[in-house]
């Protein structure tokens, strides 16, 4: 079965899901291949949530210019799709003279990359900011925030998806030939033609690369570990608080993050491995998590973690090297007509929307896109029944009986919003799929209540048997045998 597009898009993380969204405002038949049965299964939900402000990164390299810019018009982004997120400000912490010497060098980075308000803080600046966080001083950045990574990730696919893109999901790229005018890509399902092809494939970005023959690119996976806290811990941490940075390891250090929706993240750990898919956690490194975490903030307890999870850096640079490369976003001579973004890790999140754009610029310059008159730049979310008044939850429920069912307890997840996620316009119907959509099992019980009612209802409603309902990968069956 071949599919014939003007664009084929391969990866649907917040990156290819931007781009494909930044398209469909044109009139191009697009399509989006994602080996994963969701959008969000890897590096774009696997992360801290941070909408970072731009200081971190070396002046002139695209990863500042797109930080900056993707920082500076998210309020507009979250308002047209409907994401939670709030510009909480940050703290990055120092505790020595060596550290304060750090703060300056970025404070003056972030400067000449155009960032605004930075400053740095004495420690009675800080108690004000976030009382029980520690340090001599900090850099205080205020235009930092926090987001929903698998909303918004979710958000930029569907509102992509109602302006006409089509999402293939369970389609991993197998290989890819040049014939004639246009590109063949084969999947383990299908086989597409595109004129023209977006590599967004995040981890393996380059192996697609080497497909058509680009072989100078390595991605080198290095790992990063979390604890989530409960919500309980949320009351000590209203602003995301850092460390000072290493610039060897690459990462941002040890921080702690206030997410949208209350809870604490402490992480990542920063390990180089073997593989891109090795999502495993460490008892060392949790330990570890927890030594560091409350350095920055000592009224951690034991009693606050309620679960563990691990992302996966796609890095240009290896162990030895150490540090960071810029994003790497090209179409070579020999193979026109292809893009290759390689090595986009953090700040990915942020710059997703400027890197789709900058996309978008390149293939202006060969073609003459004509404007999709019908684009459609707004989404609206499943609307959350416990965020509303006493009176309209009274309303709703008169309107519509399935919302005064409870399924997910912690979070106070309703029947209807459970559904509204199992029909979402993408067709995804995994145990996780509703997660991300809802918040669902993401409270204290982690899933312990509402899980099996979940299947229950995505059973019915897409009329499977109990041995077809899958977790999150496809041969992920949540159910195998029999019981009394």
Same mark, same amino acid.
């Given at each position: =079965?071949?599919?014939?597009?003007?664009?084929?898009?391969?990866?649907?993380?917040?990156?290819?899901?931007?781009?494909?969204?930044?398209?469909?405002?044109?009139?191009?038949?697009?399509?989006?291949?994602? #080996?994963?049965? @969701?959008?969000?299964?890897?590096?774009?939900?696997?992360?801290?949530?941070?909408?970072?402000?731009?200081?971190?990164?070396?002046?002139?390299?695209? =990863?500042?210019?797109?930080?900056?810019?993707?920082?500076?018009?998210?309020? #507009?982004?979250?308002?047209?799709?409907?994401?939670?997120? #709030?510009?909480?400000g940050k703290l990055v912490t120092g505790f020595d003279e060596d550290d304060i010497k750090v703060l300056n060098e970025l404070k003056e980075q972030g400067d000449r990359n155009g960032v605004p308000g930075l400053e740095i803080v004495p420690s009675e600046r800080i108690k004000e900011l976030a009382p029980y966080v520690e340090g001599k001083a900090a850099l205080y950045s205020p235009m930092t925030g926090v987001l929903d990574p698998f909303i918004y990730t979710i958000a930029l696919a569907e509102n992509a998806c109602e302006n006409g893109v089509d999402f293939y999901l369970g389609r991993e790229v197998t290989g890819i030939e040049i014939k004639e005018s246009?590109?063949?890509?084969?999947?383990?399902?299908?086989?597409?033609?595109?004129?023209?092809?977006?590599?967004?494939?995040?981890?393996?970005?380059?192996k697609i690369a080497r497909m058509v023959g680009i072989t100078d690119y390595t991605i080198y996976p290095c790992r990063g570990e979390?604890?989530?806290?409960?919500?309980?811990?949320?009351?000590?941490?209203?602003?995301?608080?850092?460390?000072?940075?290493?610039?060897?390891?690459g990462g941002l250090g040890i921080h702690l993050t206030p997410s949208i929706h209350g809870n604490v993240f402490i992480g990542p750990s920063a390990q180089y491995i073997d593989?891109? @898919?090795?999502?495993?956690?460490?008892?060392?490194? =949790? @330990? =570890?998590?927890?030594?560091?975490?409350?350095?920055?903030?000592?009224?951690?307890k034991r009693e606050h973690f309620i679960r563990n999870f691990s992302g996966i850096r796609p890095k240009l640079v290896g162990k030895e090297k150490g540090g960071y490369a810029?994003?790497?976003?090209?179409?070579?001579?020999?193979?026109?007509?292809?893009?290759?973004?390689?090595?986009?890790?953090s700040p990915g999140l942020t710059s997703a929307v400027p890197i789709a754009k900058y996309i978008v610029e390149k293939i202006k310059n060969k073609e003459n896109l004509k404007e999709n008159k019908d684009f459609n730049p707004r989404r609206q979310g499943i609307l959350k029944f416990s965020e509303q008044s006493e009176e309209k939850q009274a309303e709703l429920i008169k309107q519509n009986p399935d919302?005064?069912?409870?399924?997910c307890r912690c979070e106070m997840?309703? #029947?209807e919003e459970i559904l509204e996620a199992i029909n979402n316009a993408l067709g995804v119907d995994t145990v996780t799929g509703i997660k991300y959509r809802t918040r669902a099992m993401m409270g204290r019980c982690q899933g312990g209540y509402c899980q099996t009612r979940i299947a229950e209802i995505i059973m019915k409603e897409k009329n499977k048997k109990i041995d077809e309902v899958t977790y999150s990968r496809e041969k992920g069956k949540m159910f195998l045998g029999g019981v009394r």
């Open positions: =079965m071949q599919k014939q597009y003007d664009v084929i898009i391969i990866g649907s993380g917040v990156v290819g899901s931007a781009i494909a969204r930044e398209l469909s405002r044109y009139e191009l038949k697009i399509g989006v291949l994602e #080996k994963e049965q @969701d959008v969000v299964c890897e590096t774009s939900g696997r992360n801290s949530g941070v909408l970072h402000a731009g200081f971190n990164n070396r002046p002139e390299t695209l =990863m500042a210019k797109f930080c900056v810019e993707g920082c500076l018009g998210f309020d #507009k982004i979250a308002e047209e799709l409907n994401i939670p997120f #709030k510009r909480t246009c590109y063949e890509i084969t999947t383990n399902k299908e086989t597409y033609h595109g004129r023209w092809v977006i590599n967004s494939a995040g981890l393996n970005s380059d979390y604890f989530i806290l409960d919500q309980k811990a949320g009351e000590f941490l209203k602003i995301p608080a850092y460390p000072v940075p290493n610039k060897k390891e593989e891109n @898919d090795d999502y495993s956690a460490t008892q060392e490194v =949790m @330990d =570890m998590l927890v030594r560091e975490g409350r350095k920055i903030l000592p009224q951690i810029d994003f790497v976003i090209e179409e070579r001579n020999k193979v026109p007509n292809m893009i290759n973004l390689i090595g986009i890790e919302y005064g069912e409870i399924i997840i309703t #029947k």
